[in-house]
């Protein structure tokens, strides 16, 4: 398997512009991840889904932020209108069940927002 | 709400020492810690995962401990490398599913 796969890898866009980002889990995993990076406050969880359901959006910073599964081998992470705070590094993650199984994470896509 | 300390933030040390980098969190409920390295501008490769209910696991030469009672999780690296100069972070896993990470510990190993 090629491992968790993100597109883009790097994304620079003006404030106000709607920026998708998209993930590609590895293939027969159940659960997925999206998380942010940032100097300030490190790496944190943003939402997840279990079975292509949201279970867990706390993380979602703003209702400018969305994302969707709509199936077992694709999610988005879309966010509308960016701001120039939204500047990370965005990361989607992939694993089986619960407790027992690692998270393998994607390459990254490097958020510019100016 | 789960909090995740690592110390040091920082580490240099001569190629093949032996060392050790230390991970605390505040809510021993979890179901497992994981320990990850990251590459600077890289995504995050997992090293070892430790199950609530084991002590250690082991992978080459490197060396995790859990105690969940006291909160506190070790990695244990032998022989350090060049090679193995990265950031180390911990992340822990709680019943709701969800990895939190500490801050990491940027480690460079010398020549």
């Known amino acids: 398997d090629a491992g968790v796969i993100q597109s883009p890898r790097h994304e620079v866009t003006e404030m106000g512009q709607e920026v998708t980002l998209r993930c590609k889990p590895i293939?027969?995993?159940?659960?997925l991840f999206w998380y942010r990076q940032t100097m300030m406050r490190g790496l944190e969880l943003l939402i997840y889904?279990?079975?292509?359901?949201?279970?867990?959006d706390s993380g979602m910073p703003e209702d400018r932020f969305s994302a969707k599964m709509p199936n077992a081998s694709f999610s988005t992470l879309k966010i509308q209108p960016s701001e120039p705070r939204d500047s990370a590094v965005y990361f989607c993650?992939?694993?089986f069940g619960t407790g027992t199984y690692e998270q393998y994470f994607g390459p990254g896509t490097r958020l510019t927002v100016t | 709400k789960q909090e995740v300390t690592q110390i040091p933030a920082a580490l240099s040390v001569p190629e093949g020492e032996n060392l050790v980098l230390n991970c605390s969190f505040t809510?021993?409920?979890?179901?497992?810690l994981q320990w990850f390295r990251q590459d600077p501008g890289k995504g995050l490769t997992s090293l070892l995962l430790?199950?609530?209910?084991?002590r250690e696991q082991t992978s080459g030469r490197l060396n995790a401990s859990l105690d969940k009672s006291s909160g506190r999780s070790t990695l244990y690296i032998a022989a350090s490398q060049p090679g193995d100069s990265a950031t180390y972070l911990c992340?822990?896993?709680?019943?709701?599913?969800?990895?939190?990470f500490g801050s990491g510990t940027q480690l460079t190993v010398l020549p």
């Open positions: 993650a992939s694993s």
């Open positions: 293939s027969g995993h159940d659960y």
């Open positions: 889904f279990n079975n292509n359901v949201p279970i867990d």
């Open positions: 809510d021993s409920a979890i179901y497992n």
């Open positions: 430790i199950q609530s209910s084991q």
């Open positions: 992340a822990v896993e709680g019943s709701a599913r969800q990895l939190t």
